[in-house]
């Protein structure tokens, strides 16, 4: 039975997450703004967002570390305290590398003191039997963001422009920041070493095995499965970025109307909540590798959709790339993180899981920067689109290579 204090503190890292990546998600509108103000080439305008998805991944294995010894409620006073500056910042620019300094270093270092890393270990040792379930809950935060951030955004700087939106979600934030920490409790102690041990209905006795075990970075290093989970990540922040953040550009490029564009995506990404909470929670009872499959398969349609789009009469289009693609955003991330718990539990994840994520945001920064260099010297997301496709492919076989457990190097 799940206790109050855990459906508080679920609860809590929902609301969080879905705070801070709603704020940096709307740079997908916010570049639409810019490519018009700024005259800046697609590859350029890509260029913060590409630096942040570094800047999270490098900063990954130090936030990690951090959650081990200080707990969520001071990340996310230190994290929320810092987006607040960065946004406030971000209305004064009138440089490239401005853009690039805070959102790509300042802001992401903010978003991470409130990201998944920060939340994941306690959940994973709070919720045990269906730690799929609870990481695919506020994962789901993620898709949930993505749909309100587009269209809410698109409003905002339609109405008072973009410099003024970034002022008012400075003003938002800052007013968040310590009701947020509030949530969380100073102090989250493990669970006993007895419930610690407990295994996912679905994993098998050799994850059980696996899970006695405290695994430190270097032995899940010496693993090939570490290897391998890297891949995923990196692979799958490939697929995804090749086509998240040009989205509404592409879109807006085909002849689609800016707010009707930003709509329908926001729609499609609404979906991915439950196909996220759907997707985490099926993995705890057929399997993480199965679950994350389907996902990569969903993906690939809705990529495909987008790749017979060249004109506003193929709104339905539109529609089936926007709620394929939405629909499984992120839908992988609680099968391959709660996957990532299963094989290398203890009291180190966060450092195992902050290391392995460095692979998500290399891929994230290559397909987010490579997309916007493709269009211009192509004159169209069309190879880009095709790289996503590969990009998934990979990433499936990788996963599907993590069915065993690890064992341990014996020295």
Not at 293 to 317: D, N, R
């Amino acid at each position: 039975m799940t206790s109050r204090r855990d459906g508080l503190l679920l609860g809590g890292a929902f609301v969080t997450f879905a705070v801070s990546a709603a704020l940096m998600h709307s740079y997908s509108v916010f570049l639409v703004a810019f490519l018009e103000e700024f005259r800046w080439s697609r590859a350029e305008t890509s260029l913060a967002f590409s630096i942040s998805a570094l800047v999270s991944g490098a900063s990954a294995p130090f936030v990690g570390a951090l959650v081990d010894r200080l707990g969520p409620r001071r990340l996310v006073l230190l994290g929320g305290t810092v987006l607040t500056l960065g946004l406030l910042g971000s209305g004064y620019v009138h440089a490239l590398w401005q853009i690039v300094v805070l959102y790509g270093v300042l802001m992401t270092l903010g978003a991470n003191g409130l990201g998944l890393v920060v939340f994941v270990p306690v959940l994973s040792r709070r919720f045990v039997s269906n730690r799929g379930m609870a990481i695919s809950i506020v994962q789901s935060a993620n898709g949930f963001a993505r749909a309100v951030s587009a269209p809410l955004a698109q409003l905002v700087i339609s109405a008072i422009g973009w410099r003024h939106a970034y002022f008012a979600q400075a003003a938002l934030m800052g007013a968040l920041v310590w009701p947020l920490a509030a949530l969380f409790r100073r102090d989250e102690p493990p669970l006993p070493a007895a419930a610690a041990s407990a295994s996912p209905p679905g994993a098998g006795a050799a994850a059980a095995r696996a899970a006695r075990r405290d695994w430190t970075l270097a032995d899940a290093m010496a693993t090939s499965h570490f290897w391998l989970l890297f891949t995923v990540y990196l692979c799958t922040g490939l697929g995804s970025f090749f086509v998240s953040l040009h989205q509404l550009a592409f879109a807006v490029d085909a002849g689609f109307d800016k707010l009707y564009a930003a709509t329908v995506l926001g729609i499609g990404a609404f979906l991915s909540v439950g196909g996220t909470i759907v997707t985490g929670t099926v993995s705890d009872y057929i399997g993480r590798e199965l679950s994350a499959l389907l996902a990569y398969a969903v993906s690939i349609v809705g990529v495909i959709c987008a790749l017979f789009i060249t004109g506003p009469e193929h709104a339905w289009l539109l529609w089936l790339h926007a709620c394929c693609f939405g629909l499984t955003w992120g839908a992988r991330g609680p099968a391959v993180t709660a996957k990532t718990a299963d094989l290398f539990p203890g009291p180190h994840l966060g450092r195992i899981l902050g290391v392995i994520t460095v692979g998500t945001g290399i891929g994230s920064a290559v397909g987010t920067w490579a997309a916007g260099w493709i269009f211009d010297v192509f004159g169209s997301y069309r190879v880009a689109f095709l790289a996503s496709i590969a990009s998934y492919l990979i990433g499936g076989v990788a996963f599907w290579a993590l069915r065993r457990p690890p064992r341990r190097q014996v020295v």
